[in-house]
């Protein structure tokens, strides 16, 4: 399995920055950065990592169980992220979840028919001072009103 | 010494190591401080809680399992706060833990329904929907049932660390973390049950015992597993006469709470189909059913007229019989037939060894040693193929003792997971291998050599002189294949002054009667006397069998009393577990022969023949209350001369996933994914 | 042309770390060197580790991730002398409820972190350091890689930093969404690539850490702090706050306040005056009713327990915690209910499940909470909720047991009418 040579460049720098036999750190970042290109983390990715790694299979695995951001089944191109947690939640994060589930026609780790669109509620991703927060992929979009995230859903459509 | 110290637990004032763990000096003085994820003996996690204890000038409980004693600590294990943690934890567990004790398999051994009972609330305040999942099937002989699962981590680390195979891992997080399978979904492991032995609970069940019995409905006889040479305790639970499952439940043997895939599901073979249940006799049509009396007769007669003319015998003996068996067998071949052409199929060079090591005295290394040994040498073995409690002996000392492994071997081996040294060399060339660690090899505190069939005769001599040359107290482990290999050249079943070996048997033209005991020598040779009687003693049709004159169907190991010896020389007693229609030992066998032919060579009760083995046999003067009480007793040779013998000695090499002739007959076996397995290809658990 | 922020900025602040914030590139070298930027690190270059270390403790800083440890004597708990290499790693792992500050450090003054892990690194003699940043955070790694390279390119980082001679090496590791990280030694495992579970202690970081070599591990405020308090001197620094809480802090306001915000104020300012001045008073001009004063693990306090000042002692002594800094104000019309919910939901999602309690109890009260906010609630439900909180706190593995445990005693036992008032609902209105 080979990725672009950008992603290669990345893995093959990321390999040199761990202690000496410590290569297994290189895992979650490896995963995190391949899954943006690969789309999830298939067995195939997981047998990948742990190849380049010097680990098991299995112990990819774990891992790939363990963190939220790492996803089996694929995403939306855009994957839609809306904090309900606690300073959204005072400031209507709850109402823009739900507008967008409505809005999209998905659930939480659904993703749109077309494959374009999939929503998440999220916990808090670093924004209680600017809430509510929806992060899109990995933009940060802040005090979103449900009319601004209508204008963001109408905005990913076009620049499909 | 390490320092000892001073504590009180529950008023009692206590001396113990200074810094031991609390939940073992508890333990060790009478109080019971209850666990899930501690076991001796592997890593701490310190996961469940259960072991929190009160210590005094400490404002939060501890956990006994992590915490080191220290001098003047004042603990209180059950103080109204602790009894009140304990049940808060357990009622915790009981949220998402399906209450189908009722037909769980480890309802009435389950260590979660133990506390409960003890410790636990009487009624339940959980109202919610409990966490589902199904189960799933990850191997012919392995179940997980998600839901039941308290997150321990016993198997986790029993695969890791006890077996060094990694197959478990954990996967997802939180409520919906679980065990996982190194194959997504399956495993591809040794399939040797040690997650499913360990498991508090019945989250992890047996392909070949689950949903059979409860557990109360069986009687439980410990004896000694006949497949490899290792001599590991298995607990065979029997209803009706009938093993249904292989355990290790009180982990009372030598192997502790190591069992392999054989010794825990390969008793199938006993329930076979093709058993043998009457004797044979050969027809033009085939073999036919014949009497018990009848047989005999035939056999009797035909043993009697060429003793009385002279004339030629070949007897061989198996590496599965009993001590008594085989002594009995020796004793009738050479009194009552007046041969020497006496022998089994050898595995491993003991004449060689046991002569080149004349002159020592504890030379030959015990399962305990090793553990216990600072360094361990392997040479030409797969052991965790060949000899998995043995393997796994070196890896609880490495584990334990950080002691240095050696390996010098063809291909890789698991042991070159913990190896303070690997060393791969062609084959034939493991001496010289071995040479070149000598200086690496005078720097340990001592050592034990194990080594397989590639060392034998010259060699085998010069491997003791090279141990000499180190200056450091060495002992050795010569590998043999079989539950009693070791036994049956013990016992004499070898062509000593002149005798015939098995294959000088096989080849001899004027060959009169051939009597195999338990063996299948023409499975891969041809027999060059074609008027030979042959008579054979086995489970099943085997390849000699089919050309036997008469057949005698012989009971199995699981079906008989009588003592074997190990590959490190340890003498451990069988015990009767199950009962196949038709059958009899072939120690009865043997004497019903003898008693037909009007010979007298004494009682063969298996306690007969042990106390005139005990009585005549070097080193087998055992004590009785060792074997009686389910121990194992360690025999050393006749610490002298031992004449060469000829013939072949060669290893079968079986793997973890065969049992030489038996491997047919066990379908579990033949189930399991990675069978048949192969040697030098186990190196692959990772850390 | 004044720079949009997030915020914009109060006069009320007290600017130490965040005062480049303003600063038209501000995430650039230049800026940072035109602005006092590495005048510490060659200061430092010049004083003893000891020396170091001293100044720091002077400074009274205490670490700003939400445990309040002393962070002169953290740093003296690592051996210089031991065989193996020391590490440096920063927590940019910022993932408790209420906490938005970490995002702005790195994104507005990437080298004043940068210097401050430089001036750590001589005080533990070490050359190699890991900033290890969620993985939400993926546009501010981004940055940080930017300002690393920068670093690199121009002699800050690398074999000869600033041209003294120092050697140090400086990676950006991402996470991949666990707040469990954010637990030193959970961050820990996951840098080494597995999951995030907390290490048995001891032994501690400082002597077994990363790849068990000794490592020093603070949160991305402390290490920014660095910088100012070895440029000005310990005792400047400290002088911004009260005795025993030295200097200032970013406060993240949020919740139901007329001007939310990141704010840095010195140790000891007033909370009321939080709210009312630099937040600009609540919002819609309702009644306080409740704050949660350093991040959704800290109990709650009422609206009369708020006259207090913000520093770790008060806190400690209203029953409560300074945390890491995430203020947030609840108004009069917040259903505690819903509200204690939305915080255990939270605490259940992220327990890693290593341990029996944390991972069972969470999930329990959980479901008690979601159906008692559902209208199903029963009478006998209200003391289970706290019974239950507290056969969590204080015998889970890690503290997040205790995090789950806290917010919800107190809300339970400062709100009961709130919740008995729910036993008369059937229904729940939205």
């Not at chain 2, 003996?317 to 050898?346: M, P, V, W």
């Not at chain 2, 000088?504 to 040779?525: C, R």
């Not at chain 3, 409560?320 to 509200?339: I, Q």
């Not at chain 3, 239950?388 to 339970?412: E, V, W």
């Amino acid at each position: 399995m080979t990725f672009s040579p950008q992603l290669e460049e990345r893995f093959a720098k990321l390999l040199t920055r761990y202690p000496a036999g410590r290569e297994r750190s290189a895992v979650i970042p490896m995963l995190m950065y391949a899954q943006d290109e690969v789309g999830s983390i298939t067995k195939e990715l997981i047998d990948e990592v742990a190849k380049r790694c010097g680990v098991t299979p299995l112990q990819v695995d774990e891992v790939v169980g363990y963190y939220s951001m790492l996803h089996r089944k694929p995403m939306g191109k855009f994957h839609v992220q809306v904090c309900t947690n606690i300073s959204c939640l005072l400031v209507g994060g709850e109402q823009l979840y739900n507008h967008a589930k409505k809005t999209l026609g998905i659930g939480h780790r659904e993703v749109t028919p077309d494959g374009l669109i999939s929503l998440e509620e999220v916990e808090c991703m670093g924004a209680c001072s600017w809430a509510p927060a929806v992060e899109i992929n990995y933009d940060f979009h802040h005090q979103v009103t449900p009319e601004k995230l209508d204008q963001l859903l109408d905005g990913l459509r076009k620049a499909q | 010494m390490a320092e000892q110290i001073k504590l009180t637990i529950d008023g009692k004032e206590i001396q113990a190591e200074k810094g031991a763990l609390l939940i073992e000096v508890a333990r060790q003085n009478g109080i019971e401080v209850p666990a899930f994820c501690y076991h001796e003996g592997y890593s701490l996690k310190a996961a469940c809680r259960m072991c929190l204890v009160e210590i005094e000038k400490t404002p939060k409980l501890q956990v006994g399992c992590t915490t080191p004693v220290a001098d003047g600590m004042v603990v209180h294990t059950d103080s109204d706060v602790v009894k009140r943690a304990r049940k808060g934890t357990l009622e915790f567990l009981l949220t998402n833990h399906p209450l189908d004790c009722p037909v769980c398999d480890k309802g009435g051994e389950c260590e979660l329904q133990d506390m409960v009972f003890r410790y636990g609330a009487g009624e339940s305040r959980f109202v919610e929907r409990k966490v589902h999942t199904e189960e799933k099937q990850w191997s012919p002989v392995v179940f997980f049932d998600a839901p039941r699962c308290i997150l321990c981590y016993r198997c986790v680390r029993a695969c890791d660390e006890g077996m060094g195979v990694n197959a478990l891992g954990i996967g997802n997080r939180g409520v919906l973390a679980e065990i996982v399978p190194n194959h997504h979904d399956h495993l591809e492991c040794d399939e040797c049950g040690a997650c499913i032995d360990i498991c508090p609970v019945g989250a992890l069940t047996s392909g070949s015992y689950r949903y059979k019995a409860r557990p109360w409905e069986m009687e439980h006889v410990g004896t000694i597993c006949t497949h490899c040479a290792d001599g590991c305790k298995t607990t065979l639970g029997v209803r009706n006469e009938k093993i249904l499952r292989g355990n290790n439940r009180d982990r009372s043997g030598i192997n502790n709470e190591f069992l392999c895939v054989k010794g825990r599901y390969a008793f199938d073979f006993v329930e076979h189909e093709e058993r043998l249940q009457s004797p044979m006799i050969k027809t033009a049509n085939g073999h036919e059913p014949i009497s018990w009396a009848k047989a005999l007769d035939i056999v009797a007669r035909k043993f009697s007229e060429t003793t009385l003319k002279g004339g030629k015998f070949g007897v061989i003996g198996s590496n599965h019989t009993t001590n008594e068996e085989n002594y009995f067998l020796a004793k009738f071949a050479r009194q009552g037939l007046n041969t020497k052409n006496i022998d089994h199929r050898r595995t491993g060079d003991l004449a060689t060894l046991f002569d080149a090591l004349s002159g020592k005295n504890d030379a030959l290394a015990t399962t305990t040693d090793l553990y216990n040994a600072k360094a361990v040498l392997v040479i030409g073995a797969d052991l965790a193929q060949q000899h998995p409690f043995l393997s796994f002996q070196i890896r609880a000392n490495y584990r334990h003792h950080q002691a240095h492994i050696y390996t010098v071997t063809t291909g890789p081996v698991r042991e070159d997971n913990q190896a303070f040294s690997s060393l791969r060399v062609q084959e034939g060339c493991e001496l010289a291998g071995v040479q070149s660690l000598a200086e690496k090899l005078k720097a340990e505190g001592d050592l034990v050599i194990v080594f397989g069939d590639a060392i034998q005769g010259d060699t085998l001599r010069k491997l003791v002189a090279f141990g000499d040359s180190l200056g450091i107290p060495v002992k050795y482990v010569g590998l043999v294949d079989d539950s009693n290999s070791r036994g049956a050249f013990d016992m004499g079943l070898v062509p000593r002054d002149g005798g015939l070996s098995a294959d000088q048997m096989l080849s001899a033209t004027d060959l009169d009667v051939l009597y195999v005991v338990g063996e299948d020598p023409l499975k891969n040779a041809a027999l060059a006397s074609k008027n030979a009687f042959v008579v054979v003693q086995d489970l099943f049709m085997t390849e000699t069998a089919k050309q036997a004159d008469i057949v005698f169907p012989a009971a199995s190991a699981y079906e008989k009393n009588g003592t074997v010896t190990n590959v490190c020389g340890e003498v451990q007693k069988l015990k009767n577990a199950a009962k196949v229609m038709g059958t009899k030992t072939d120690l009865e066998i043997v004497g019903l022969i003898a008693k037909e032919m009007g010979l007298n060579l004494g009682i063969w009760l298996p306690d007969k023949v042990l106390e005139e083995i005990r009585n005549t046999v070097h080193g087998y003067n055992v004590p009785l209350a060792v074997l009686a009480t389910g121990g194992a007793a360690h025999t050393a040779p006749l610490n002298g001369r031992v004449a060469a013998l000829p013939g072949i000695v060669k290893s079968a090499n079986d793997t973890l996933f065969t049992s030489g002739g038996l491997t047919p007959y066990s379908k579990i076996l033949n189930e399991v994914m990675e069978a048949p397995g192969q040697l030098y290809s186990s190196g692959k658990g990772q850390q | 042309m004044a720079k949009v922020l997030f915020n914009q900025p109060s006069p009320l602040e007290t600017k130490v770390i965040s005062q480049r914030f303003v600063l038209e590139g501000s995430e650039t070298l230049d800026v940072y060197l035109a602005n006092d930027g590495f005048k510490a690190f060659l200061k430092a270059k010049e004083m003893t580790p000891e020396a170091i270390i001293e100044e720091v403790k002077t400074s009274g800083l205490r670490g700003r991730g939400g445990a309040g440890f002393p962070t002169g004597m953290k740093w003296s708990f690592v051996p210089r002398n031991h065989p193996k290499p020391r590490v440096i790693v920063v927590n940019a792992d910022e993932s408790e409820p209420g906490c938005c500050k970490d995002r702005l450090l790195i994104e507005y003054d990437p080298h004043q972190l940068i210097e401050g892990i430089l001036i750590a690194s001589l005080a533990v003699d070490a050359h190699v350091g890991y900033i290890y940043v969620r993985g939400e955070y993926r546009y501010l790694i981004t940055k940080m890689e930017q300002a690393i390279d920068e670093a690199y390119k121009r002699g800050y980082l690398g074999d000869n930093v600033a041209g003294t001679g120092w050697k140090f090496d400086l990676t950006v590791h991402t996470g991949a969404g666990a707040y469990e990280c954010g637990e030193e030694t959970a961050l820990l495992d996951s840098l080494e690539g597995k999951r995030g579970v907390p290490r048995m202690k001891p032994p501690f970081p400082a002597v077994a850490g990363a790849w068990g070599m000794p490592t020093l591990l603070n949160n991305v405020e402390t290490y920014s702090s660095v910088p100012a308090i070895i440029r000005d001197g310990g005792a400047t620094y400290a002088a911004h706050g009260t005795p025993k809480n030295g200097g200032t802090r970013l406060l993240c306001l949020s919740g139901h306040v007329n001007k939310p915000g990141v704010y840095e104020i010195p140790l000891g300012y007033p909370m009321m005056k939080a709210i009312n001045d630099l937040g600009g008073g609540m919002r819609g001009g309702k009644k306080l009713k409740a704050v949660v004063p350093g991040g959704s693990s800290c109990p709650v306090l009422t609206a009369p327990e708020c006259d207090i000042p913000m520093d770790y002692d008060s806190l400690a002594k209203a029953g409560s915690m300074l945390g890491a800094g995430g203020m947030v104000v609840l108004d009069e019309d917040t259903d505690m209910v819903g509200f204690a919910l939305r915080v255990m939901r939270f605490y259940q999602h992220e327990s890693c499940g290593w341990c029996i309690p944390c991972r069972e109890g969470t999930t329990w009260l959980r479901k008690i909470l979601q159906r008692f906010y559902d209208g199903h609630g029963r009478k006998e439900d209200i003391p289970m909720i706290g019974e239950l909180s507290k056969n969590m706190l204080g015998r889970t593995f890690c503290a997040l047991g205790d995090a789950a445990a806290m917010p919800t005693i107190s809300i339970i036992e400062k709100f009961r009418d709130e919740f008995e008032r729910y036993l008369e609902r059937t229904t729940v209105a939205v």
